[in-house]
């Protein structure tokens, strides 16, 4: 009997770490942590400007097998303005300015092999933009500046790969449609940090 145990308890043994191997690890699970750069365009009907986007994100993943979904919030902002002169006297000027872009949403992904993350992405976000207008005129007689608020829905897809224990690099393309017919296209890459 007793040698039954031990040939029992020596199967056992030997089996877990080969059940440990095919169970699927979970590398996209937990809080993130990252930052992002990279090209950004503001358009609206007949004009468009180009600029670079940086900015932070914060998120959490829940990986069951390999499909994860998340939720994730972003601060960021853009140097991509356009100026416009002419518009209503010779000398004027009319200035737009992109500026603090803000995000909450979620994504929904599939892993790819042991390290690799294929995701879309989709959620709310609020844009401001600066209009400024330059009469050219004496002292400030007809200048403005105003800051408005563009409500949108932003839809986007990435790719996110695993590097060493904890930090990832990641590329995404995203598209936001911002009421007043304001649009955003952007092309991204991050560097973060998993916990």
Request: hydrophobic letters at 40%; a negative charge; charged letters at 20%.
């Amino acid at each position: 009997m007793r040698k039954y145990i031990v040939a029992a308890l020596l199967a056992g043994s030997l089996a877990a770490p080969a059940m440990a191997q095919d169970a699927p690890a979970a590398p996209f699970t937990g809080v993130r942590v990252e930052g992002l750069v990279g090209w950004d365009r503001n358009q609206v009907p007949n004009a468009h400007s180009d600029g670079v986007a940086y900015g932070v994100g914060l998120g959490y993943d829940f990986q069951a097998g390999n499909m994860v979904v998340g939720i994730e919030g972003e601060a960021a902002d853009s140097t991509a303005d356009e100026c416009t002169s002419g518009v209503v006297r010779t000398g004027d000027s009319l200035c737009g300015e992109a500026g603090r872009d803000l995000y909450v949403g979620g994504r929904l992904g599939t892993r790819v092999g042991a390290s690799t993350l294929l995701y879309a992405k989709a959620g709310y976000s609020n844009a401001r933009l600066r209009i400024a207008y330059d009469a050219n005129l004496a002292g400030t007689t007809g200048d403005f500046v105003t800051r408005s608020n563009y409500d949108g829905i932003r839809v986007g897809a990435g790719v996110e790969q695993k590097i060493g224990t904890n930090a990832f690099v990641k590329a995404e393309y995203r598209y936001t449609n911002y009421d007043s017919d304001l649009e955003k296209h952007q092309a991204l890459v991050g560097f973060g940090f998993r916990f």
